[in-house]
């Protein structure tokens, strides 16, 4: 029986251009491309399986062997380390992590620094790196409302066109780190699903190249 | 003794125990306790850096253990040849998926003293024998520190740590621009991009990876990771080795050979060892040592399948009968399976089978089989 490939894809319209990518890689699913509400799909002769998950779960899924192959974000990988593969930067989704604040902002070194965010461990190890003291506020979402209500200084979240920024006159101050979607595997099925995995990886490479 | 009824670790612990006797490993058993002070000084050493600690009667911070080896080297002597231990202890440590306390079942063993290249082979050995007593489907993983620490002599520490990382992960993309930034020497930079794709068996991987160390600092390690593999030639174990450079351990700590496996149905690691002289110096010995940890806890849910029954037989009895009788019928059920006794129909245990005690005799009501 061929080896059955367990593939977590993000939902939303990353996932869509991902699956594009695995299908062209050799790994079709004609199942999944029907218009129904399941979140499973499977084709016995490519040997794959995929399932929509959220994109903030699929590190999850792999980290503990449910899927054996994803897709995450650098920042979901940054945020919560989770002990898997990262065997391709796909080059898509690309944005950065950036620290914003109003315009004109000035940081008073005297002062803790108060930083709003939804990624605590990205923004600590950015300002620990340089010895800043900062307070960290950890929200869910409406990052960019903190820093207009008083509630922080500076928020560090995810910058892709900048448009809400500049809505809410924030501004970019600097980055802390690009972002992209990356090919994540799980390490034991590294071992017993090599080939099949070394197979998508080339194809997902390829494509990526070209 | 029948085993059907043990956990997979329990069974994977009698059976390690039985291996490790074999090959004159000693039975080593410690305290629940010791001192903070030890896991401060190796911080880094441990899996997770928390510890959960409370003061003594007399005053000393204690820690509940969160790792073994630790403990086995502080009680090391030099000079007394070369000591093997093997150990089944409980470690409380945090979980890295819950980020709560968890109590782990570790076995594992060490190897203390004048290391040499049997030593080296027969601790290899026993791990890649361990994870076959665990599971049929195997995989060893070896690697060697010292090959990647002397292509990183000179990189400062940090970026050091963020090179090893990136080739734990085998994270090729981010491994060249982390070297680039960090100044690595070109030639040294695709050195390392090619180590991170060089992974297989042996056989395979080896001449070219002699290939690519010739003439580099890394050479004389290379012979050693060659040496100790080398002589599971013609073995049973050597289908189920690979070299894989994402195995990647502190450098402070480890300085040879290192490694980890893996089984077939459990999504992480089961075992865990390495060369640690580097440990041995930095805790003033001057023997080496390496051992390996293999985590029980990671076996529960290994060839996982469903038990449709929670027992056998359900012996119904009633007031008339005597707990002598009772005692007769349960004997005789017990002798094809597990039985449970109870005066009235159970409902929440599943049963194969539902028997009535009727004077001496038991009779089969339901068969669920």
């Known amino acids: ?210 | 003794m029948n085993t059907t009824q043990l956990k997979n670790d329990e069974k994977a612990v009698f059976a390690l125990r039985e291996l490790y006797g074999r090959y004159g490993y000693i039975p080593y058993k410690m305290s629940k306790f010791e001192e903070y002070d030890l896991y401060v000084r190796n911080k880094d050493f441990l899996i997770s850096d928390s510890v959960i600690t409370f003061t003594d009667t007399n005053g000393k911070l204690m820690a509940l253990k969160p790792d073994v080896t630790l403990s086995i080297v502080k009680n090391s002597r030099d000079g007394e040849g070369v000591q093997k231990l093997y150990y089944h202890e409980n470690v409380y440590r945090v979980s890295g998926s819950t980020h709560t306390f968890k109590e782990i079942v570790q076995a594992g063993l060490e190897c203390i003293g004048e290391i040499d290249d049997y030593c080296v082979y027969e601790v290899l050995m026993l791990a890649a024998e361990s994870l076959r007593r665990i599971a049929d489907t195997c995989v060893l993983d070896i690697s060697h520190m010292g090959i990647l620490s002397a292509l990183l002599e000179g990189v400062p520490a940090t970026a050091a740590q963020q090179i090893l990382r990136c080739v734990g992960d085998k994270n090729v993309h981010e491994l060249a621009s982390v070297c680039d930034t960090a100044e690595v020497a070109p030639a040294t930079r695709d050195l390392l991009v090619q180590l991170v794709g060089l992974c297989g068996k042996p056989v395979a991987v080896l001449p070219r990876l002699g290939e690519l160390l010739q003439n580099t600092a890394a050479a004389g390690a290379y012979e050693e990771l060659c040496t100790a593999v080398c002589a599971f030639d013609g073995t049973a174990l050597s289908d189920m080795l690979r070299i894989d450079f994402s195995v990647v351990s502190d450098a402070r700590y480890y300085s040879g050979i290192v490694f980890k496996g893996f089984v077939d149905g459990v999504p992480e690691s089961v075992l865990s060892g390495g060369r640690y002289d580097h440990l041995m110096r930095k805790m003033h010995r001057r023997s080496d040592a390496i051992g390996f940890a293999v985590y029980l806890d990671r076996l529960e849910r290994l060839g996982d399948s469903d038990r449709p029954f929670d027992v056998d037989a359900v012996l119904l009895y009633g007031d008339k009968d005597t707990p002598a009788t009772v005692a007769r019928a349960v004997q005789a059920l017990s002798q094809t399976g597990s039985v449970t006794a109870c005066r009235t129909r159970p409902e929440k245990v599943a049963f194969r089978q539902l028997w009535q005690l009727n004077g001496e005799e038991a009779q089969l009501i339901e068969d669920h089989a």
């Not at chain 1, 929200?139 to 995810?158: K, Q």
Request: aromatic letters at 6%.
């Open chain 1, 1 to 210: 029986m061929k080896t059955m490939l367990n593939i977590a894809l993000p939902k939303g319209r990353l996932g869509e251009k991902v699956l594009a990518r695995f299908e062209k890689a050799g790994f079709p699913c004609p199942a999944i491309h029907e218009t129904n509400r399941k979140l499973i799909f499977e084709n016995p002769e490519a040997g794959v399986r995929y399932f929509w998950v959220k994109p903030s779960d699929v590190a999850i899924y792999v980290e503990r062997g449910a899927a054996d192959i994803g897709v995450a974000g650098k920042d979901i990988l940054l945020e919560y380390r989770p002990d898997v593969y990262e065997l391709l930067d796909l080059k898509l989704g690309i944005c950065r992590m950036a620290v914003a604040a109003p315009k004109g902002f000035r940081d008073d070194p005297r002062r803790t620094l108060r930083v709003a965010t939804k990624f605590a461990r990205i923004a600590g190890d950015h300002y620990a790196a340089r010895g800043r003291d900062i307070d960290i506020i950890h929200l869910n979402g409406s990052i960019e409302i903190a820093p207009i209500l008083g509630l922080s200084d500076v928020i560090v979240d995810i910058v892709e066109t900048g448009t809400t920024l500049k809505e809410n006159d924030l501004e970019v101050v600097e980055t802390v780190v690009p972002i992209s979607a990356r090919l994540i595997a799980n390490k034991a099925a590294g071992k017993f699903k090599a080939e099949a995995i070394d197979a998508l990886v080339r194809g997902m490479a390829q494509q990526t190249e070209d």
